[in-house]
């Protein structure tokens, strides 16, 4: 944990204590909920494997939450005492690559479940006697770092659904299916999203983390968007079109990584007797063609969209699509206004295990009338992660600022593996080119 400054870093100001910290107590319990099921669903032998170079150890991810907390919460606001000073290095995801983490004197199962319920039970106590608004410091001030702390627990909870998928063996998870997508036969292909200036970023979402800030304008030309994410059935006509096999639709590093590895479809696919299947979190189905596309990388959502005849949007494009209200003058916090997330209008939050169909979600759509720019996949960019203007970091620079630079590709909306406290119109996510494990999708643009 590298402390910075704070005095760039402004959060508003919040009136009702009582409200923040239901909220911050909320989201925490929501997280360790979600936590704990994704841990205690496998064996302890489960915990502690590695099931892929690409993943951490389950139980690193479980005691790292617990340090996390214990760093930020415990010491930093609380201002206690350190329980476990000794192993901050060991769970500094800095420090140690995923693939070495095997390797480390890690906490037993049993002991990282301690550890961290140990924590939070400190924790809710500064949580009842914290300030969270007024002038105070802005770790404090809107209940930002109990936010904070909430977000980076869900993420990693992502991190562990990924981990899950990558494990083998029977399923050992389950959820129900999410909604069809009634209706979704006559909606448009593509929706004109109008040009001009939009409010890109924010200043005044409370939870914001750093690379969402500021809120500055921006100028997009109009252009053209897809209706809805690219479906598994749309890449297979790209994968039978020799998608694969032709070098000129692809960037050359994607051709090289192509080559490299002998790709021929999206991660967890393969074809037998004629047909595609898939794994999927311990069970093999046929591929649903009516459903986003999950598991391509940057190279391959790239090369679609060349094959296709268009491009990936912009992240600035992105944003717009699904903030700008034209009507209202104003950007909004995601596509259907200013509320929070509903069932019924993404799908968040581990609920169901897969994505919806391409098409559903109406209640979710954007005032243009774009469906799932929030939930069902990470959608990839065109853009590189790269700061705001006027950007600060905060409150340590291992979040975002290490990681700007062309080496990362921005992914925005969130999937289905995203809880709504880490997913908002203006949440920035990012990673390499390559990277296939995660639950990433995309649609394309084209220009008016």
């Known amino acids: 944990m590298t402390s910075l400054s704070d005095s760039n870093f402004h959060l508003a100001p919040e009136s009702d204590a009582e409200d923040l910290r239901n909220r911050a107590l909320t989201a925490l ?3 360790r909920l979600r936590t704990s099921a994704l841990t205690d669903s496998v064996t302890d032998g489960e915990l502690t494997a590695q099931h892929s170079p690409l993943m951490s150890p389950l139980v690193w991810d479980l005691a790292h939450i617990g ?6 919460l415990l010491r930093a606001v609380g201002g206690r005492d350190a329980i476990r000073p000794e192993i ?30 140990d924590v939070r039970g400190r924790v809710l106590d500064i949580l009842e006697s914290a300030p969270l608004h007024g002038g105070g410091r ?28 990558l494990r083998s063996g029977p399923a050992a998870l389950t959820a129900p299916e999410p909604p069809r997508a009634d209706g979704s036969a006559s909606l448009p292909a593509e929706i004109l999203v109008p040009g001009g200036p939009f409010t890109m970023g924010t200043s005044t979402e409370p939870w914001a983390l750093d690379n969402e800030r500021p809120a500055h304008r921006r100028e997009v030309a109009a252009f053209f968007l897809d209706t809805t994410p690219v479906t598994c059935g749309a890449y297979q006509r790209f994968i039978e079109d020799g998608g694969y096999t032709q070098e000129r639709w692809w960037h050359p590093s994607g051709w090289a990584m192509v080559r490299e590895h002998d790709l021929t479809a999206p991660l967890f696919w393969h074809r037998e007797s ?27 959502a790239d090369a679609y969209a060349r094959w296709a005849g268009r491009r990936l949007p912009t992240e600035a494009e992105w944003e717009k699509a699904a903030r700008h209200d034209a009507a209202a003058g104003r950007s909004l916090r995601y596509p259907w206004g200013d509320a929070d997330p509903t069932p019924e209008r993404a799908n968040l939050g581990q609920r169901h295990l897969r994505p919806a169909p391409a098409g559903a979600y109406p209640a979710g759509q954007s005032r243009d009338g774009v469906r799932q720019l929030i939930g069902d996949v990470w959608e990839w960019t065109a853009s590189d992660f790269l700061p705001y203007p006027g950007f600060a970091a905060f409150p340590y620079r291992e979040y975002s600022e290490v990681f700007f630079g062309p080496e990362h590709k921005v992914l925005r909306g969130g999937s289905f593996a995203v809880d709504q406290v880490a997913c908002r119109g203006t949440f920035r996510n990012w990673d390499l080119p390559v990277r296939r494990q995660i639950f990433s999708g995309f649609r394309t643009a084209r220009d008016f």
């Open 29 to 31: 319990l929501a997280a």
């Open 88 to 117: 901050d290095s060991l769970y500094d995801a800095f420090e140690h690559p995923r693939s070495a983490r095997p390797s480390l004197p890690l906490l037993a199962p049993a002991e990282a479940r301690g550890y961290a319920s």
């Open 67 to 72: 340090n996390q907390e214990e760093q930020w």
């Open 274 to 300: 004629g047909q595609w299947l898939r794994r999927r979190f311990g069970t093999m189905e046929p591929v649903p063609t009516d459903e986003p596309v999950l598991h391509v990388s940057w190279y391959e």
């Open 138 to 165: 802005p770790l404090e001030r809107a209940g930002f770092a109990f936010g904070m702390i909430a977000q980076h627990e869900q993420q990693h909870d992502e991190t562990m659904l990924i981990t899950h998928q």
